[in-house]
């Protein structure tokens, strides 16, 4: 049972924005620590999206965009498209853990 | 090409042992961090392990501490798994991963994973 705790899925139509909320406490998220997340397309390895909670890697849409506040962290989509349909992933360090690193439960994005 | 290509999965009995590698190229293999991930079928991730870039600090999952063991050979550009006392719930595909500098626990890149099944 992961500690961060996501939507399991979101929709919208193309041009739409979404946004995917990561839930954590004050082990995680809420003691500062940075957020990171992830796309997977179908049959694919996970692809850094958004690193830092806010920073972009070289390549990746400005479409894109991550934030943090309190206990929580989203990734909002704008202008969405066909090829944005896949499992996001939130990512965090948690103090409570002995194995620091720990992933959120994921959400499918489906582009109608 | 930076890339790193993963080897060694495959069917083993529970309760058996398997060694997993991951070959690294393209890149300063010891200027990085590394770790495995895994993802059971149908699953969310799983980070398993992590390694420094000079393997004097490792860091595992609950649900494998005392099981698995990482380590890497940096003249060699490889990361290592060896995985004992295989349970069913380890069936998985595992990943392995590079850790950014500026980010830790980010991972820029990653293989396309090796399968790991455990099954009597």
């Known amino acids: 049972q992961s500690v961060l705790t996501q939507p399991p899925s979101v929709s919208g139509a193309p041009g739409q924005r979404v946004t995917i909320s990561c839930t954590g406490s004050?082990?995680?998220?809420?003691?500062?620590?940075?957020v990171h997340w992830y796309q997977q397309l179908p049959g694919t390895a996970p692809k850094l999206l958004i690193y830092?909670?806010?920073n972009r890697p070289s390549g990746v849409p400005d479409r894109f965009s991550g934030s943090k506040s309190g206990t929580s962290a989203s990734l909002a989509i704008s202008g969405l498209q066909a090829e944005d349909e896949a499992d996001y992933y939130c990512?965090?360090?948690?103090?409570?853990?002995?194995?620091?690193?720990?992933f959120g439960t994921g959400t499918k994005v489906t582009v109608l | 090409e930076v890339q790193l290509v993963e080897s060694g999965g495959g069917v083993v009995r529970p309760g058996g042992s398997l060694r997993l590698s991951c070959a690294a190229s393209?890149?300063?293999?010891?200027?990085?961090?590394m770790s495995w991930v895994r993802q059971a079928p149908g699953k969310g991730l799983e980070w398993v392990s992590g390694?420094?870039?000079?393997?004097?600090?490792?860091g595992y999952a609950d649900s494998v501490k005392g099981r698995f063991t990482i380590s890497r050979d940096n003249a060699k550009n490889s990361l290592y798994l060896q995985m004992n006392s295989l349970r069913a719930e380890d069936t998985a595909l595992y990943h392995c991963?590079?850790?950014?500098?500026?980010?830790?626990?980010?991972?820029?890149?990653w293989g396309q994973g090796t399968m790991v099944t455990v099954s009597s």
């Open positions: 830092g909670n806010s």
């Open positions: 990512q965090s360090y948690d103090s409570s853990l002995s194995g620091p690193y720990v």
């Open positions: 390694i420094n870039w000079n393997g004097g600090s490792t």
């Open positions: 004050s082990s995680n998220i809420g003691a500062g620590y940075d």
């Open positions: 393209g890149f300063t293999f010891d200027d990085y961090g």
């Open positions: 991963a590079r850790e950014l500098p500026a980010a830790p626990g980010a991972f820029d890149i």
